[in-house]
């Protein structure tokens, strides 16, 4: 009996076939980074990419956005042959502009045309933080400013959504004189009577938030994005002091008067059409 015991084989662990392994595709599912659940990705795209647990916003694409707000067949995209180029000759800066053309899809970190929104003509420009984390180079601040004198000839409103980490450090100065450029086209849409709005979206930093991004006629954001010039350590060390938690955040933001509301994705097409509405025709705010 006991040599029955010790002749006993030996159990080993199953090495899962490739073919199992393949059973559940790649990208099918997504963590949310606040909660920690996991979701059909599709479940998630229904849900305007708003966690379905605890409503964290995740990030949407330029043509996630559109799609999400226009009605169908009407968006007209322009200026979207407009490429970088390499000013300063920034080593292996057009390298980097390509991959992130071929991941995206895109030209450039923003998209720029005009739609109708349940009916009502509207000016767009929508920016994507995939593309060099939507950094504001020379050929973002054209076709923004481009826009916004389209719309200022047509007599159309203006609404800019925001993603970015900044001026793009491979143009240098040219990158910076793009928040001039921009917001001298919206001080003359403003003077001819147009209306803008501004939603700062997560992350809205540096130089995109210290011009266009911030002198709309509305300024809104969407929860818990993060909106600010410096970083936040940055800050701390300048002024010596330790910054609240919530600082740079959308609800810090509104707190202390720098946002005129925080909107929730799902309602944000709703509050549009009813600003659109009201001053249909692209007149200013009274």
């Not at 005009?114 to 009502?120: D, L, V």
């Not at 709309?216 to 993060?226: I, M, Q, R, T």
Request: proline share 4%; with cysteine; hydrophobic share 35%.
């Amino acid at each position: 009996m006991l040599k029955d015991f010790f002749s006993k084989k030996k159990k080993y662990a199953s090495i899962p076939r490739e073919e199992a392994k393949q059973e559940i595709p790649e990208g099918l599912m997504q963590k949310c980074p606040n909660c920690h659940k996991i979701f059909y990705r599709k479940e998630l795209k229904k849900n305007l990419n708003v966690c379905p647990n605890c409503s964290f916003h995740h990030q949407m694409t330029a043509r996630e956005r559109i799609d999400s707000l226009f009605d169908e067949h009407t968006f007209e995209e322009w200026d979207q042959n407009i490429i970088t180029e390499n000013p300063l000759g920034f080593p292996d800066y057009l390298e980097k502009v390509e991959k992130d053309r071929e991941k995206t899809g895109l030209n450039e970190a923003v998209v720029t045309g005009k739609g109708k929104m349940q009916g009502f003509e509207t000016a767009f420009a929508v920016m994507d933080s995939r593309f060099r984390m939507g950094s504001m180079g020379s050929v973002v601040g054209e076709k923004i400013a481009r826009a916004i004198e389209k719309a200022k000839e047509q007599q159309i409103p203006f609404i800019i959504f925001t993603a970015s980490g900044g001026a793009r450090m491979q143009e240098g100065v040219l990158s910076l004189m793009q928040m001039t450029k921009t917001s001298i086209a919206i001080k003359r849409f403003s003077e001819a009577g147009g209306l803008m709005i501004s939603v700062m979206t997560h992350p809205t930093t540096g130089g995109v938030s210290a011009s266009f991004a911030s002198i709309g006629d509305y300024n809104f954001a969407e929860p818990g994005a993060l909106i600010g010039f410096a970083g936040r350590r940055i800050i701390e060390q300048t002024i010596r002091e330790e910054l609240p938690e919530d600082f740079q955040t959308a609800e810090f933001l509104l707190k202390h008067g720098h946002l005129d509301q925080v909107i929730e994705r799902q309602d944000m097409k709703e509050v549009l059409t009813t600003l659109l509405d009201i001053h249909e025709g692209g007149a200013q705010p009274s």
